[in-house]
């Protein structure tokens, strides 16, 4: 009597499939298999494709789509142009070419950095109680050591960039349009979209 497989055999047999398409497409990034025949199709007639298990997939798609793209990861252009769907004074600079996907996710960090400082210093402002020991949750020992990495790298760059400073900010936490921001610094669109790409640059430095 032929051996019949169990579910336990199944699900050996897939756990193995997914590992193993898991390591040749997401590890060692080859690209997506043919499927059978693929070779012998008619002219003009669209291949079909081998679609791979949950969550390579989608992975692979990611890969895919950006695959044109020569610097940067899939992550890194599809956060970017997510983000660049949104209205906004940076989102229009990715879509012009004013800045790249890496200036716009430097941006992001910047502005993520800047609210989190500022949020930090309002807590730390209002548990400054007379009756207070200065210890507690809410001290500077006790601060998240990313919180103090992201700050010090904050506190670098603006000293890096310290006599144009408001200006940055303006543009990357307020949103305020470059040309607005040129025209209130008075400089020119060029000088001002040249300090921004520099600075945008700089963060990755810090």
């Known amino acids: ?112 950095a800047y609210h989190s400082i500022t949020a930090e210093v309002a807590v730390r402002t209002a548990n400054l109680e007379p009756r207070s020991s200065g210890g507690g949750p809410h001290s500077a020992s006790h601060a998240p050591i990313a919180a103090v990495i992201r700050e010090r790298a904050y506190a670098r760059w603006r000293e890096a960039v310290a006599p144009h400073g408001a200006m940055l900010l303006a543009i990357i936490v307020d949103d305020m349009a470059l040309t607005t921001t040129a025209r209130d610094w008075r400089m020119s669109n060029r000088r001002a979209r040249s300090i921004l790409v520099s600075a945008l640059n700089s963060w990755k430095r810090c």
């Open 1 to 112: 009597m032929p051996h019949q497989p169990t579910d336990a055999s199944f699900a050996l047999a897939h756990s193995l499939e997914r590992e193993g398409q898991r390591v040749a497409h997401l590890v060692l990034g080859e690209p997506r298999p043919k499927p059978k025949g693929a070779n012998r199709l008619k002219k003009g007639k669209a291949p079909a494709i081998v679609v791979l298990e949950d969550g390579i997939e989608e992975r692979m798609q990611l890969r895919e789509r950006w695959s044109h793209k020569k610097n940067g990861t899939a992550e890194t252009h599809e956060h970017a142009a997510a983000q660049a769907r949104r209205e906004g004074s940076l989102a229009r600079l990715v879509a012009t070419g004013a800045i790249d996907a890496h200036q716009f996710a430097a941006a992001d960090q910047i502005a993520e």
